[in-house]
C-alpha cells in the first residue's frame, strides 16, 4: 500500500513548501467566492481547505490533483439547494452539510464496488455542456457583482438576467472601477507571468484601496464580518425527507467529480510516471467530502487549475495541500478580520477570470470542426442545463450519452473479407459490394459485440451479401468472430434467425478465429451444434473452398 504523501523527500521538501505556499495564495481568494457562488458564507469555503484537505492528501493515491470545492460544484449546490432553503439561512447550510455527506457515502460506494466506470458516460461533449451551463449562469453573478448591482442568487438564469437588466441604473462606478483593474491586472498576469498569485495580489490591493479610501461608505460591497476559529464538528440534523431530495443533486455531483477527478488523477500520473489507483482516489473524495459535511463545509472535488499550477510549481506530492491547510487553520484562529474589507466586485472579477475556461468556448469550436453531432450533444447539454436547472442538465447528460451509444453499437462495422488467392497474405481487406470472399465462399467480420443494438443490423448485412453475390453461388458463410467479445440473448436469436434463413438457401455456417470465452457462451445460447470453428480464416477457405483440378 502506498505510503502517505509518497514522493517527499529531504531532496525536495523547500520546493514542495514553496508550492504549498504558493497554492494557499491561490486557494483563499478562490474558496471565498466559491462559498459565495453556492450561497454560503465565507468560512465554508476556509473550512474546506482544512480537515477535508488532510483527509484527501494523506489518503489518495494521486500526488498532485489538489482537492478543493470549485465553481462548477458551488453552483450546483445553489441551483440545488435554493428550491429547498432560503440561501443564507441555517437551514440552506445544513443542506448543503448533508448533501456533502451524502455524496461522500457515494463516492465511497463507487470506490468499495468498484463502480468508477459509470462516470465514464459523461463523455468531453457532454462534461463541456454541463460545465459550461454552469459556468455561464456563474458569469452573470459575477457580473453584477462587479458592476455593483444586486441580483438574487437564488434565481435561475433567466431570472438573473432579468435582475442585471433591470438593475443597471444602479450601477457603481467605484465598483466598475474595481473590476475594471482587478480584470486587468489578472489577465495580464496571466499571460506575461503567471507563476504569480495574481488573484492574493487584487484581493490584497483592492482591500487596501477600500480601507485607505472609504469605499465602502460610498456604495461599494464588501464581504463584512469572518467568525474566527477552527472548524467546529456538527451533523446535520434534517428530516429524512429532506436527505431524499438531496440525492439527485449528489449524484450529479458525485458523477462530475469522479469523471473529472479520474481524468486527472490519470493523466498527472502518466505525465509524471507513478502509479495511480482509481478506487482509492474515489474513497479519497469521499472520505473528503463526509469531513466537509461534518465541519461545515460543502461538497469538495478536484481542481484542474491548482492541480496544474502545483505541476508548473514543481510539485511532486501532496505536502503542499497540508502546507495550504496550516496556513488556512492560522488564517482563520488569527486573521479573519483582515477579511472583513475585501470588496466584493474583486472576488466577482477573480472568479469571473477563473471560470473563462469552463464556459467551454475553445472546447465547443473544436467540437464543430470534429464531429458536429457530439457538438450537438454538447450543446444540448449547456442549453438545459442552463434554461432548466443542474439536475435536468445531468439527467439529460445521461440520456444523450445513451443515444450516442446506441448510435455507435446500432452501426457497427460488417464486412466482407476479400482474398487474393496468396495463401501468405492477411485476410483483412474488404471485398467489394456483390462478390464472395472464396469460390462459393463468403466470410464475413463483425468488428464489435453482437447483442441488442446490432444483432438485426448484422444479419441484414450478412443476407445482403448472399443476396448480392448471388445465392446460387454461395454455399458458404463464414463469421469471423475474432472482435466479438460478447453474445447477449437479443444477438443470439437474431443469429439464430439468421442459421434458419440460410438453411433455407442451402448455405452453411460456419465460425472462424472465435474467442475461448465467446465459444463458450455460444454454446451455453445453443448457437454452436453441427456448426464447424476455424482457427483463422484461411483454414476455413482452405476447407470450403473445393481443390482445384
Not at 44 to 52: C, I, R
Not at 65 to 74: C, F, L, T
Request: proline share 5%.
Amino acid at each position: 500500500m502506498q505510503r502517505p504523501l509518497a514522493g517527499l523527500t529531504k531532496h525536495n521538501f523547500v520546493t514542495e513548501l514553496t508550492a504549498g505556499v504558493t497554492l494557499l495564495a491561490i486557494a483563499i481568494p478562490l474558496n471565498i467566492g466559491y462559498a459565495q457562488i453556492a450561497g454560503l458564507p465565507p468560512t465554508a469555503g476556509l473550512y474546506a481547505l482544512v480537515v477535508p484537505t488532510i483527509i484527501y492528501a494523506l489518503v489518495v493515491s494521486s500526488r498532485q490533483v489538489v482537492a478543493s470545492p470549485d465553481a462548477a460544484a458551488a453552483a450546483l449546490v445553489a441551483s440545488s439547494i435554493g428550491g429547498l432553503a432560503a440561501a443564507g439561512s441555517a437551514n440552506y447550510a445544513t443542506l448543503a452539510l448533508a448533501q456533502a455527506i451524502i455524496c461522500g457515502v457515494m463516492f465511497v460506494l463507487l470506490a468499495v464496488f468498484k463502480l468508477g466506470f459509470l462516470a465514464n458516460f459523461l463523455s468531453k461533449p457532454i462534461l463541456v455542456g454541463f460545465v459550461g451551463g454552469l459556468a455561464l449562469d456563474i458569469m452573470v453573478s459575477q457580473v453584477a457583482k462587479m458592476l455593483g448591482v444586486s441580483i438574487d442568487s437564488s434565481e435561475e438564469f433567466v431570472g438573473k438576467i432579468e435582475g442585471l437588466i433591470s438593475g443597471l441604473s444602479t450601477i457603481n462606478g467605484w465598483a466598475v472601477l474595481i473590476s475594471a483593474c482587478s480584470v486587468a491586472v489578472l489577465l495580464l498576469g496571466r499571460t506575461f507571468l503567471r507563476s504569480v498569485p495574481w488573484a492574493l495580489i487584487v484581493l490584497i490591493g483592492a482591500t487596501l484601496t477600500v480601507v485607505l479610501t472609504g469605499l465602502d461608505q460610498r456604495g461599494v460591497d464588501v464581504l463584512g464580518e469572518v467568525p474566527a476559529g477552527p472548524p467546529v464538528l456538527t451533523w446535520p440534523m434534517i428530516d429524512w425527507t429532506l436527505w431524499l431530495a438531496l440525492v439527485p443533486s449528489a449524484v450529479a455531483l458525485t458523477l462530475v467529480t469522479t469523471a473529472e477527478g479520474l481524468l486527472i488523477s490519470r493523466s498527472y500520473s502518466e505525465k509524471r510516471e507513478y502509479p495511480f489507483r482509481a478506487n482509492r482516489d474515489l474513497f479519497a473524495f469521499g472520505a473528503a467530502n463526509i469531513a466537509a459535511g461534518a465541519q461545515g463545509s460543502f461538497a469538495v472535488g478536484s481542481s484542474t487549475s491548482r492541480t496544474a499550477a502545483m505541476d508548473q510549481s514543481g510539485s511532486r506530492t501532496q505536502f503542499p495541500a497540508l502546507v495550504l491547510a496550516a496556513g488556512t487553520l492560522l488564517l482563520l484562529l488569527f486573521g479573519t478580520a483582515l477579511l472583513a474589507d475585501i470588496p466584493s466586485p474583486a472576488i466577482g472579477a477573480i472568479v469571473g477570470v477563473a471560470i473563462i475556461p469552463l464556459l467551454g468556448i475553445r472546447e465547443f469550436a473544436d467540437l464543430w470542426r470534429k464531429d458536429r453531432f457530439e457538438f450537438l450533444i454538447g450543446a444540448t447539454c449547456f442549453l438545459v442545463t442552463l434554461f432548466v436547472g443542474s439536475i435536468a442538465g445531468i439527467a439529460v447528460a445521461f440520456m444523450l450519452a445513451l443515444i450516442n451509444l446506441a448510435k455507435r453499437a446500432s452501426r457497427p462495422a460488417i464486412d466482407v473479407l476479400e482474398s487474393s488467392g496468396d495463401p501468405g497474405e492477411s485476410l483483412l481487406e474488404d471485398a467489394p459490394a456483390g462478390t464472395v470472399t472464396a469460390p462459393g465462399v463468403i466470410v464475413i467480420r463483425l468488428a464489435a459485440p453482437l447483442f441488442f443494438a446490432n444483432g438485426a443490423v448484422f444479419t441484414t448485412a450478412a443476407k445482403d451479401a448472399v443476396r448480392s453475390a448471388g445465392a446460387q453461388s454461395v454455399h458458404h458463410l463464414v463469421i469471423d468472430m475474432e472482435a466479438v467479445t460478447d453474445v447477449d440473448v437479443t444477438g443470439a436469436e437474431a443469429l439464430a434467425a439468421l442459421q434458419h434463413w440460410l438453411e433455407e438457401q442451402s448455405v452453411s455456417l460456419s465460425f472462424s478465429r472465435v474467442r475461448s470465452n465467446t465459444m463458450a457462451r455460444l454454446t451455453e445460447l445453443g448457437l454452436l451444434t453441427t456448426e464447424a470453428v476455424y482457427a483463422t480464416n484461411r483454414e476455413a477457405i482452405a476447407h470450403l473452398t473445393p481443390p482445384t483440378p
